[in-house]
């Protein structure tokens, strides 16, 4: 026999048992003697044993599946390969706390009283100036802690945590101080009643209209004596109410404006065109108007009796 036959016969054993391998058989040896007609001899079995029942032993089918195939993972087709599952660990769950309920503090108890309902005068004004700077008190300053700034006291009072009593305490006024500045003498007396500035030197002798445009007040002086006060308001920027001392020149009762064509009741000339007089705007809208130079004035009944006293050459002192 030649080397190439030897070498052939060789690699189809080596065939046959990787095939037998990887079928999970194993190679019996087979008895030559036995012709395909003899039957197979009968197995030995030691005395002491029982032979094994026929419904006992198990198929080759079984033995198969029992047997654990040489053949790896990564041989076998990705249709039956079992990939592993990793399962996070469980943790049992826990029900959530119920919400804390927290009861707010009672407020505190409020201290002495500073300003009570009832009152009248500038720390009233004060108050509600200060009020109307952070839109509790809806009017204007009137100087008297009625009903309606009560209400506005107490509405700030809840609003900051405190007991809303309406009256102003001193826990109340001290919050209210470090939430406003001081208002000005406008703010105080936005609507006029503004209590006239002192007068000028000018005005401390005869008889004189002395007018402070910084208190916008208009002060009726004989000899020194205030003899009546009324609320004024004066020109724009572009038409201002000159400063200055002056005379009055001529008084005209029914006097209507040839230059705007406009009624000047009670008027008093003092200066070219300007003069004081009544001004029914002034009554109706306030400070949010101006006049054209003249000295308007908002009581008509206070000026009516104020154009019977006043005589031509009275002076006229017009100041800041």
């Given at each position: 026999?030649?080397?190439?036959?030897?070498?052939?016969?060789?690699?189809?054993?080596?065939a046959v048992a990787a095939l037998a391998l990887?079928?999970?058989?194993?190679?019996?040896?087979?008895?030559?003697?036995?012709?395909?007609?003899?039957?197979?001899?009968?197995?030995?079995?030691?005395?002491?044993?029982?032979?094994?029942?026929?419904?006992?032993?198990?198929?080759?089918?079984?033995?198969?599946?029992?047997?654990?195939?040489?053949?790896?993972?990564?041989?076998?087709?990705?249709?039956?390969?079992?990939?592993?599952?990793?399962?996070?660990?469980?943790?049992?769950?826990?029900?959530?706390?119920?919400?804390?309920?927290?009861?707010?503090?009672?407020?505190?108890?409020?201290?002495?009283?500073?300003?009570?309902?009832?009152?009248?005068?500038?720390?009233?004004?004060?108050?509600?100036?200060?009020?109307?700077?952070?839109?509790?008190?809806?009017?204007?300053?009137?100087?008297?802690?009625?009903?309606?700034?009560?209400?506005?006291?107490?509405?700030?009072?809840?609003?900051?945590?405190?007991?809303?009593?309406?009256?102003?305490?001193?826990?109340?006024?001290?919050?209210?101080?470090?939430?406003?500045?001081?208002?000005s003498r406008y703010e105080l007396y936005p609507?006029?009643?503004?209590?006239?500035?002192?007068?000028d030197r000018r005005c401390l002798t005869g008889?004189?209209?002395?007018?402070?445009?910084?208190?916008?007040?208009?002060?009726?002086?004989?000899?020194?004596?205030?003899?009546?006060?009324?609320?004024?308001?004066?020109?724009?920027?572009?038409?201002?109410?000159?400063?200055?001392?002056?005379?009055?020149?001529?008084?005209?009762?029914?006097?209507?404006?040839?230059?705007?064509?406009?009624?000047?009741?009670?008027?008093?000339?003092?200066?070219?065109?300007?003069?004081?007089?009544?001004?029914?705007?002034?009554?109706?809208?306030?400070?949010?108007?101006?006049?054209?130079?003249?000295?308007?004035?908002?009581?008509?009944?206070?000026?009516?009796?104020?154009?019977?006293?006043?005589?031509?050459?009275?002076?006229?002192?017009?100041?800041?």
């Open positions: 026999m030649s080397r190439s036959a030897i070498a052939k016969g060789r690699a189809a054993v080596g990887a079928c999970g058989c194993t190679a019996q040896a087979v008895d030559s003697s036995r012709g395909e007609g003899n039957a197979p001899s009968a197995r030995k079995t030691s005395d002491n044993s029982a032979p094994t029942p026929r419904s006992s032993r198990s198929s080759p089918t079984e033995k198969l599946k029992k047997m654990k195939s040489p053949v790896s993972r990564a041989e076998l087709p990705a249709s039956q390969r079992k990939r592993p599952t990793h399962r996070a660990p469980t943790t049992p769950s826990t029900p959530a706390p119920p919400p804390r309920t927290s009861t707010p503090p009672p407020p505190p108890e409020p201290g002495p009283v500073v300003i009570a309902r009832g009152e009248r005068g500038k720390k009233v004004r004060d108050l509600q100036a200060r009020l109307r700077q952070i839109g509790w008190f809806g009017q204007h300053p009137t100087g008297t802690y009625g009903p309606v700034t009560a209400t506005a006291v107490a509405g700030f009072q809840s609003k900051r945590g405190l007991r809303a009593t309406g009256t102003t305490d001193t826990r109340t006024w001290q919050r209210l101080l470090a939430m406003t500045r001081e208002p609507d006029g009643g503004m209590p006239p500035a002192k007068p008889r004189v209209l002395c007018i402070s445009k910084d208190s916008r007040t208009l002060t009726w002086m004989i000899d020194g004596k205030v003899r009546s006060t009324m609320d004024v308001r004066f020109g724009s920027e572009y038409t201002p109410t000159r400063e200055g001392e002056f005379r009055v020149f001529w008084k005209s009762r029914h006097h209507v404006s040839t230059l705007y064509d406009t009624p000047m009741p009670y008027a008093m000339f003092f200066s070219g065109g300007q003069a004081v007089h009544y001004s029914s705007d002034f009554a109706a809208s306030g400070y949010n108007g101006t006049s054209h130079g003249c000295v308007n004035v908002r009581d008509k009944e206070g000026i009516a009796r104020l154009f019977k006293q006043v005589e031509d050459g009275d002076r006229v002192v017009v100041y800041k």
